[in-house]
């Protein structure tokens, strides 16, 4: 058979089902099922058959055709605090990765961790006909959230748990006692912790897991050994400044919720004339690039960023199915570096 003008125009599905000697829907379910095999499509051997020939043959659906037929326009939308944030960029990448294999495309948009500007966001987002939403900047007292629910508007959570709501995140609890097992079995006695903003299920549950493990080790911990803070160098030094001020004589480590605040801290102690890793240990939050590239290594929790974005939006798909979904931790580990160690 002469297919030499088969490459002067687009193929379609039934091109493709003509070759194969199956119907066009067959061949349609499969292409467009988010599953490795449609369900009740076809056997695992057509689906390779379908698959390969659409590679082979350079098949590529009409977007429009698709969104009129399936009422899908295979978009999500992102809502982070601000992608500025190495952690939250780290997170979005995964998202991206994850979301081009199943065939989504995805948009992000800044809230600034405004609730004000969640809502408006997510309006504009669900304007454009996303299927659904990832939303990584959830306050614990969000409104949004049960709203969103009630209109019946698909999304799952990242990085920030709320609970009752589906969500990928790392395990921050543990993360949290993964650090005071470490200081503890370093000999320390009197810490302090940078606790990040009360709002957010990562700063809350960090402290609340250090916390709990400091004194189920036989420590002391008071409120006023627990600083809240922002999420940055700037909010880091000055939650360290406070810290070093008020405590006579000052703690001999410090935990900080995320590696910026602990970055922001450590140039506190240098202003104080402390030597970090000597005079008094310091231990961040996520692993970022930076950590391990300081002049004095940070030690930090490894939050498996990449690989929350790629859960978040597994997840989603899960509640587009019309699936029950449940909350997803990923484990972290603890990284020793020279500023603890």
């Known amino acids: 058979m002469d297919d030499t003008g088969a490459g ?41 058959r379908v698959r390969d020939l659409a590679r082979k043959r350079g098949y590529s ?6 969104g009129l037929r399936t009422r899908r326009t295979q978009l999500l939308g ?22 081009a294999e199943l065939g989504y495309s995805t948009f ?15 309006d504009i987002m669900l304007a454009r006909r996303v299927d659904g939403l990832i939303i990584g900047d959830a306050h614990l007292d969000s409104n949004l959230l049960p709203d969103l629910t009630a209109r019946k508007v698909p999304f799952v959570l990242m990085n920030r748990r709320v609970h009752g709501y589906p969500s990928a995140t790392c395990d921050d609890t543990l993360g949290g006692q993964l650090v005071a097992d470490h200081l503890w079995s370093q000999g320390h006695r009197k810490v302090s912790v940078i606790a990040g903003e009360p709002y957010a ?7 609340a897991g250090f916390i709990e493990r400091w004194r189920s ?11 809240w803070s922002r999420f940055d160098t700037a909010g880091g030094r000055e939650a360290a400044e406070s810290i070093l001020t008020r405590s006579k004589p000052h703690p001999t480590a410090l935990f900080a919720v995320n590696d910026f605040a602990a970055i922001g801290a450590m140039g506190a102690l240098r202003s104080h004339g402390l030597t970090v890793g000597r005079d008094v240990a310091v231990v961040g939050f996520n692993d970022t690039s930076l950590a391990a590239e300081l ?8 939050s498996p960023m990449l690989d929350i974005g790629r859960a978040a939006v597994k997840l989603v798909q899960r509640v587009l199915r019309g699936e029950r979904v449940e909350p997803e931790m990923l484990k972290p580990m603890l990284c020793i570096r020279e500023s603890s160690a």
């Open 201 to 207: 299920s990562t700063a809350v549950d960090r402290t």
């Open 295 to 302: 002049p004095i290594p940070l030690s930090s929790v490894r």
């Open 108 to 122: 992000v948009m800044n809230s600034q961790d405004d609730p004000d500007e969640q809502r408006r966001k997510a």
């Open 61 to 66: 659906p009409d977007p429009q055709a698709t």
């Open 217 to 227: 080790l036989g420590g002391n911990i008071s409120d006023n050994d627990v600083v």
């Open 8 to 48: 002067d125009r687009t193929v379609t599905l039934k091109d493709l089902a003509n070759e194969l000697g199956i119907h066009p829907s067959t061949v349609s379910r499969v292409l467009h099922s988010g599953s490795d095999v449609a369900r009740g499509a076809a056997s695992v051997e057509t689906a390779e």
């Open 78 to 99: 992102v809502i982070v605090p601000r992608l500025s944030d190495l952690v939250l960029a780290i997170m979005y990448e995964g998202i991206e990765e994850a979301a």
